[in-house]
């Protein structure tokens, strides 16, 4: 079975797929595309340091988060370098709908396990569906470059994907956490069909 077959099966349950001219829109958009995606690995590397930092109690939260810093935060520079070689200017952060419509739908209250689970669901959820976009964008946009890179960071986005989900297990317990993910992913099928399709964010 080939990696991708693989990645099919284990974890790219999303529910609805991007719409396909979002591809088509953000090549010719792409460097507010590489923009935005920087500022999304910066998120990104917050959020796990926040996640460390909120539920440092947690040693399975520590250890298995702190190399996933180092890793979206070597992917931000990464990006950077790809604006900077194309001469495209770093501009200020979008607002990040997508994000917006998850963070309301985490449960409110409940112990310290529930509220570390939500927010490794939501964390999990993003990755996924950051990489079914930079799979999208390995094999559709023209520059050879970036649809490398792209396929490079589809891998570590599902590798990160699988480090929230699992660890989330680990924390609140298997059947739970299924249950509870089917939950989130029925609700951002709903978020992405009401989005506007715009080739200037990643999400």
């Known amino acids: 079975m080939s990696w991708e077959e693989s990645t099919r099966q284990k974890m790219l349950h999303l529910q609805l797929p991007t719409d396909p001219r979002w591809v088509n829109i953000a090549e010719m958009n792409i460097g507010d595309i590489l923009v935005d995606h920087a500022y999304c690995e910066q998120k990104a590397a917050s959020s796990c340091i926040s996640l460390i930092v909120n539920f440092s ?24 370098e790809h604006l ?14 997508y994000v917006t419509k998850l963070l309301q739908f985490i449960k409110k209250g409940g112990n310290r396990k529930q509220q570390l689970t939500e927010q490794l669901l939501m964390n999990a959820l993003i990755e996924a569906r950051s990489c079914e976009r930079f799979k999208l964008l390995s094999k559709h946009i023209q520059d050879e470059e970036l649809k490398k890179f792209y396929f490079e960071l589809m891998v570590s986005e599902a590798g990160h994907y699988v480090n929230f989900i699992e660890l989330a297990r680990e924390v609140y317990g298997k059947d739970k956490v299924n249950q509870r993910w089917q939950e989130w992913l029925a609700y951002e099928a709903e978020v992405m069909k009401n989005l506007e399709v715009r080739g200037d964010r990643m999400h």
């Open 84 to 97: 900077n070689k194309r001469g495209y200017p770093f501009g200020k952060p979008r607002k990040d709908e």
């Open 57 to 80: 109690d947690f040693k399975e939260v520590v250890a298995a988060l702190t190399p996933v810093v180092a890793e979206e935060w070597g992917h931000f520079e990464r990006v950077m």
